[in-house]
């Protein structure tokens, strides 16, 4: 590899910036795209609520040379040679997760959030047995006991939803607990704005002998920085992934808190090795070193009081949304919302999410249709759609930019036209409109933790 870098650059500055260089060569046509999608980002309003903008160093981390190492097994105790730094990594990682949440445990090798609840699924479910999750439909994850993902199809799931005000029905939980006995009691949700009461989860989980997972995807980066209430010593098992909310790489995590000594389903182990042994060997081989190498970084962020800030901006911002849209006369689901996410009904403005999410992304506005509570819609095309404040709090926007946002949002919607439930015609004039405004937008309020895209 030609070295093309100046020579007081660091081993690792030099490292990067050939390897740039080597893939701009060696694959002009990959290397186009990535650069599209740098400059897509860049230029759009972000708001898909599950997602964020990784920090710079969390995502470079992913790239380096740990990814060359395989590594089975756990720090100190491998099944291959040539780990001493490996371990260090792994060891940082799962220090800095404790620290952050709180916990006595983590587990730092799970890939995703979706194979951690699996993890906890199999770790105290036999296929068959019950679990008790959130419906998808009333905000609940896939992987909660859905009927299209394996939670749904290897145990039996019985699923609770929301009251007549749209929060939690923590009374029919309760009901459905006593009723059906579920060894695992599922808390945690992927479109609803308002605070969990993992107290009340757990004196249910308590009172029908089920172990207790909390999924805080979503709102992890809210927990961590003190913004939302911890489930940590709650729940037997929180899960999370790295990349919402926590500006991270891409992974999973499983962690524990008071209860990691524990003795665990099997009546043998305590939880924290039942955790350990489900992720390696039972579901994975050898982890993805630069990933852990990732959310070791991630975690120094999450642990940094600019952070903090990043995530009181997040409420502060989802408010103004809420407020804002609700201003402009549209119905706000959960009367508006206690963390990141904001859902809004577009159908009582007579026009379909999936219409709603095509329009605003012809415009630069980037969100998701959304199911609303008691939808008639199918998921393909449903009454809402669900916006997050996790981009554009790193874009340090102000509650009156949240304004601004709504104007342009309401300007399109009103001017789309709905043919079908899946086909629009957006006014010409109004998209131009929109595009300049977004296009104002984010170069007023650019991503600040990335360098500005040049020509
Ligand atoms: N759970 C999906 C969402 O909330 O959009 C993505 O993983």
Same mark, same amino acid.
């Given at each position: ?17 050939a ?8 694959d002009p046509?990959?290397?186009g ?5 740098y400059?897509r ?13 990784a ?5 470079i ?19 291959h =040679?040539?780990? *001493?730094? +490996? !371990?260090?990594?792994?060891?940082? /990682? #799962? ?6 949440f ?5 587990n ?13 699924m ?32 290897v145990?039996?799931a ?13 009374d029919?939980?309760q ?15 992927t =479109?609803?704005? *308002?605070? +969990? !009461?993992?107290?009340?989860?757990? /004196? #249910?989980a308590?009172?029908?002998g089920?172990?207790m997972?909390a999924d ?9 920085a ?11 098992f929180t ?19 008071k ?7 099997d ?8 955790i ?8 994975q ?17 999450v ?13 502060k ?6 407020e804002?849209?609700k ?13 990141h ?15 709603a ?16 509570p008691?939808?008639?819609?199918p ?10 404040t ?11 930019d ?8 309401h300007?399109?919607l ?5 043919d ?10 109004t998209k131009?409109?929109?595009l ?20």
């Amino acid at each position: 590899m030609t070295d093309t870098t100046t020579s007081t650059q660091t081993n690792l500055g030099r490292f990067v910036e050939a390897a740039v260089e080597r893939l701009r060569e060696q694959d002009p046509e990959l290397y186009g795209i990535l650069d599209a999608e740098y400059r897509r980002q860049a230029g759009v309003l972000s708001m898909v609520a599950s997602s964020s903008v990784a920090d710079p160093s969390a995502l470079i981390c992913e790239a380096m040379t740990p990814m060359n190492v395989t590594a089975e097994g756990y720090p100190g105790r491998r099944f291959h =040679a040539g780990c *001493r730094y +490996i !371990d260090e990594i792994e060891q940082l /990682a #799962i220090d800095r997760v404790c620290k952050v949440f709180g916990a006595r445990y983590a587990n730092v090798q799970v890939m995703t959030a979706t194979s951690a609840n699996e993890v906890v699924m199999f770790s105290c479910l036999k296929a068959g047995e019950t679990l008790l999750g959130m419906q998808l439909d009333s905000g609940g994850h896939l992987t909660h006991g859905s009927p299209a993902s394996i939670s749904g199809q290897v145990f039996n799931a019985v699923g609770y939803g929301l009251d007549g005000s749209e929060r939690i029905d923590y009374d029919k939980v309760q009901e459905l607990a006593r009723q059906h006995r579920p060894k695992l009691l599922i808390c945690g949700t992927t =479109a609803y704005a *308002r605070e +969990i !009461d993992w107290s009340r989860f757990r /004196a #249910i989980a308590d009172e029908v002998g089920a172990w207790m997972l909390a999924d805080i995807t979503h709102i992890a980066g809210l927990v961590a920085a003190g913004v939302h209430s911890s489930p940590i010593d709650h729940a037997h098992f929180t899960t999370t992934c790295t990349h919402k909310q926590l500006y991270g790489g891409r992974g999973g995590l499983v962690m524990i808190g008071k209860d990691a000594d524990m003795i665990g389903p099997d009546g043998k182990r305590t939880l924290a090795q039942t955790i350990d042994k489900m992720v390696f060997p039972f579901f994975q081989g050898a982890p993805n070193q630069s990933s852990i190498a990732a959310k070791a970084r991630g975690m120094g962020f999450v642990g940094s009081p600019q952070f903090k800030a990043v995530a009181q901006r997040v409420v502060k911002l989802s408010s103004a949304l809420a407020e804002a849209f609700k201003a402009k006369g549209y119905r706000v689901v959960f009367g508006g919302t206690d963390n990141h996410i904001v859902v809004v009904d577009v159908a009582q403005k007579g026009i379909t999410g999936v219409n709603a999410e095509k329009a605003l992304e012809d415009c630069g506005i980037v969100v998701n249709k959304n199911r609303i509570p008691f939808d008639t819609r199918p998921p393909t095309v449903t009454s809402g759609i669900r916006l997050g404040t996790n981009g554009l709090a790193i874009r340090e926007m102000e509650p009156e930019d949240m304004v601004e946002c709504v104007d342009v949002i309401h300007d399109i919607l009103t001017h789309t036209r709905q043919d079908s439930d899946k086909t629009y015609t957006i006014e010409p004039d109004t998209k131009a409109a929109a595009l300049a405004a977004v296009a104002a937008l984010c170069t007023r309020r650019p991503i600040t933790t990335y360098p500005p895209v040049r020509d």
